[in-house]
């Protein structure tokens, strides 16, 4: 059966995306631009009080990033207004019935002349408020396509989920609906929140307040139900509704896994945030993450974030045309190109030992490898002994001699604090034994190459990927370059070995000091000043308490960073 071209597909077609600003929607609307200037119009609906502030936030999240960077040059002057013409914002919120549009003329004008709704919205933090999580991902898939159902000339509906929906299911996961999966029930679901909402609200609960009980709730209510985390719980009882609700609407599901940096368009390498596996790679440069649980053999399951949008769009063509009674597509590598966590950490240690960032003092940061312990209990042990213990002898010190250790203690109670959270967020999916099967991805990669589509184009065959040369020479410089970027490091800026992007040298900026270097971890340093150290002589430490500063207290954190669910180093 013929697919055709999808460049042809593309041409006057009008597409509503929504999730503007994440990381999929950014790659699929810069790859719809690019390939087909011709497309008629896109609506993309930003959450935003206005139009002018829709745009002005299409802008600076969006069209600002260098992901835009082929098109831009591809357009020069003239790119205002190509967007101008192709593109019209749509302030809106998924989470209110129709949208939260209050322009009726542009309701009307939206179910007239939609050809392709694209579903990428999602509350992506693992543990965000329950009530916020449920709103976007649970009832803004709702919303969207009950919003979708009015439209006349719709061909088909894209919604992108996640691979994990599966929950805590094992060995190979095949691309079914998951109808009735544990009996939730979708209303219950929301009297619980509104219940817990009016109770702390009752109580006269500050806001911080009311966010930590909500973020507890999400987590109990999905451990409860099976599932990890408050993003996949919500994102499954979304998929499940829109399945229930769809009625004869053509719905496309994709299931992508582990979302990882651009394989190859619009060029190599970008990426854009610092979670999931990003995140064990920049707390690898910098020595702050010793250890981790998780088994040697798991399968960590990525996929280039521009293979995941070609599939989208492939998908959308063939259900357009109506060639499959297939919906649902598991977009990942575990089945046919499987790469481990133990690979995974190696690339790190062997990338950042060849290039090795420099700290604050303009010394270059020796790595370690990762210890990798298969059992909570053997993690907690090494963690209590190593550095929870100095830890607690870092607060009897500070009792006895007047806080004079508070900062050394803050940053090691920091990092002790990243650690554990980085092990108990990732967990589920370090210890995850499921394999997920796309045998209808797969066909859907044959029907393409066998037809006149675009397959140089539009590409996601995992096995292409060479996971050494992908992970070394695209992902992790996409991660460095992106850290450059954001100027990650707002106290002291870590640059690679021979890089210093200011007119001062490293040592006309860095104060000289001396100091006690971590014998242990061999890789940041504790600074102390000669008043200092003349101070460590006069109370005259014992031989062991200094080798404990050195090979625990030592290890601090170069830059501080937030701990936030997406983890980033402390």
């Not at 994440?22 to 993309?44: C, D, H, M, S, T």
């Not at 159902?149 to 088909?156: E, I, N």
């Not at 092990?423 to 045998?439: E, L, Q, R, S, V």
């Amino acid at each position: 059966m013929e697919l055709g071209s999808v460049v042809e597909f593309l041409e006057n077609k009008i597409i509503l995306v929504s999730g503007v600003t994440g990381f999929v929607a950014k790659v699929f609307i810069e790859k719809i631009l690019r390939v087909q200037p011709n497309v008629k119009k896109l609506y993309l609906l930003i959450r935003a009080a206005d139009t002018e502030s829709a745009a002005l936030r299409f802008q600076n999240e969006v069209l600002a990033k260098d992901l835009f960077n082929v098109l831009k040059e591809k357009w020069g002057t003239r790119l205002n207004s190509f967007i101008s013409e192709k593109i019209t914002f749509v302030a809106g919120d998924i989470s209110s019935e129709d949208l939260g549009l209050k322009d009726s003329n542009l309701k009307k004008e939206l179910w007239n002349e939609l050809d392709v709704v694209v579903n990428s919205a999602a509350i992506t933090k693992f543990d965000e408020r329950y009530d916020v999580a449920f709103g976007i991902n649970t009832l803004g898939a709702i919303h969207l396509v009950n919003f979708a159902k009015k439209c006349v000339k719709l061909k088909v509906f894209v919604h992108v989920s996640t691979a994990y929906v599966a929950g805590e299911r094992t060995g190979l996961i095949l691309e079914n609906p998951l109808d009735g999966a544990s009996g939730l029930d979708f209303d219950a679901e929301m009297k619980v929140i509104d219940q817990k909402l009016n109770e702390i609200k009752t109580k006269g609960a500050s806001q911080k307040e009311i966010t930590l009980v909500m973020k507890n709730l999400g987590t109990e209510r999905a451990k409860m139900h099976g599932w990890p985390n408050t993003y996949v719980f919500t994102k499954t009882m979304g998929e499940m509704l829109m399945q229930q609700s769809k009625e004869n609407l053509s719905l496309v599901i994709i299931r992508p896994t582990i979302v990882s940096g651009t394989y190859k368009e619009p060029f190599p390498g970008w990426v854009e945030d610092l979670r999931t596996i990003n995140t064990l790679f920049v707390a690898s440069a910098q020595g702050n993450l010793p250890c981790l649980v998780g088994e040697t053999k798991t399968i960590v399951d990525v996929i280039p974030v521009d293979m995941v949008v070609n599939a989208m769009i492939v998908a959308m063509v063939a259900h357009a045309k109506q060639l499959s009674d297939a919906n649902i597509y598991h977009v990942g590598s575990s089945l046919r190109n499987p790469v481990t966590l133990v690979s995974i950490l190696d690339y790190g240690f062997v990338y950042f030992t060849k290039k090795p960032w420099i700290n604050k003092q303009g010394k270059p940061i020796k790595v370690s490898k990762i210890i990798l312990f298969s059992s909570i209990a053997s993690f907690h042990g090494y963690m209590q002994i190593c550095y929870l213990l100095p830890l607690k002898g870092l607060q009897l010190a500070n009792t006895v001699f007047h806080n004079f250790f508070k900062g050394v203690y803050n940053d090691l109670r920091k990092k002790v604090k990243f650690v554990m959270r980085v092990a108990a967020i990732y967990k589920p999916y370090f210890y995850f034994n499921g394999i997920f099967d796309d045998t209808n991805t797969e066909k859907l990669r044959m029907t393409a190459k066998g037809s006149r589509t675009e397959t140089d184009l539009f590409y996601f065959d995992p096995d292409s990927i060479e996971w050494g040369d992908y992970f070394m020479n695209t992902h992790i410089p996409g991660v460095e370059n992106l850290l450059q970027q954001k100027r990650a490091f707002p106290i002291t800026k870590v640059f690679r070995s021979g890089h210093v992007a200011s007119d001062k040298t490293i040592t006309e900026r860095v104060m000289p000091m001396t100091f006690i270097q971590s014998s242990r971890m061999g890789n940041t340093h504790f600074p102390v000043s000669h008043r200092d150290k003349t101070y460590f002589q006069r109370q005259l430490l014992s031989k062991m308490t200094l080798n404990v500063l050195r090979n625990q207290i030592g290890a601090a954190p170069i830059c501080r960073w937030k701990p936030m669910s997406g983890i980033y180093a402390p």
